[in-house]
């Protein structure tokens, strides 16, 4: 069965503050590794993806894909109180549905 | 620019009461989805459909019914509601190529007392 697992469940830091955020997965016939940043409403997307080594980023948000080891991490450099938020990663296969972790919660204080 | 758009955004239904939540997404993607999302449990996969004219269970589909009406819209329904679907529940859809991203609508949150 696919799964994809989350850690820390969830995390409390400071303003300025860096992060990672840490996405193991087991995925038959995986293509790429997905992460989302969700607040009150419904979840955004964040990064795709699909090859090993190379960094996506976006701001003070970075991620990289280790395909041999199955893990992903999501970096946030000098967090800010607008980074509170559900960060959730998931392994697509390609036709099936998406496999979600259960999320990490972040709340970033000032 | 309205993407994924989900109906009612709030609901209270009593036990045994049936209702539909209505998805609508105007992007043209072949595939929808129906999650709900618990406290401590993530995003569980109620129903999916891959293209039109096609539909399939998740990990959670009891209690639930799903209708593909045209590659628009997708509708989940609940025949005879339990406390237990209290939820929030999500809607999403994506093109159905091998790498596309999920887009989701806001949400509806439904309370069954």
């Known amino acids: 069965e696919d799964k994809v697992v989350q850690s820390p469940l969830s995390l409390v830091v400071h303003e300025g503050d860096t992060v990672t955020l840490n996405c193991s997965y087991e995925?038959?016939?995986?293509?790429?590794l997905l992460w989302y940043k969700q607040e009150k409403k419904a979840p955004t997307f964040l990064f795709m993806l699909?090859?090993?080594?190379i960094e996506k980023k976006s701001g003070r948000l970075s991620s990289i894909l280790d395909k041999k080891e199955l893990f992903s991490i999501l970096n946030i450099t000098a967090t800010q109180t607008g980074d509170s938020a559900v960060y959730l990663c998931?392994?697509?296969?390609?036709?099936?549905?998406?496999?979600f972790g259960k999320g990490t919660r972040l709340s970033v204080i000032a | 620019n309205a993407g994924v758009t989900q109906t009612p955004k709030f609901q209270v239904l009593k036990t045994g009461q049936s209702m539909t939540l209505q998805c609508a997404q105007d992007m043209n993607h072949n595939s929808m989805y129906w999650y709900r999302q618990d406290p401590g449990m993530g995003l569980r996969l109620i129903y999916y459909?891959?293209?039109?004219?096609?539909?399939d269970k998740g990990e959670v589909p009891n209690g639930y019914n799903v209708s593909r009406l045209n590659k628009r819209e997708f509708s989940l329904r609940l025949e005879s509601a339990a406390p237990s679907q209290t939820s929030v529940y999500f809607c999403?859809?994506?093109?159905?190529?091998?790498?596309?991203?999920?887009?989701f609508g806001n949400g509806t949150r439904l309370t069954v007392t």
């Open positions: 995925v038959t016939n995986f293509r790429s």
């Open positions: 699909t090859s090993s080594g």
């Open positions: 459909s891959a293209s039109e004219g096609t539909t």
């Open positions: 999403a859809s994506r093109t159905g190529t091998h790498n596309s991203p999920l887009h």
């Open positions: 998931a392994g697509n296969s390609g036709n099936t549905p998406l496999v």
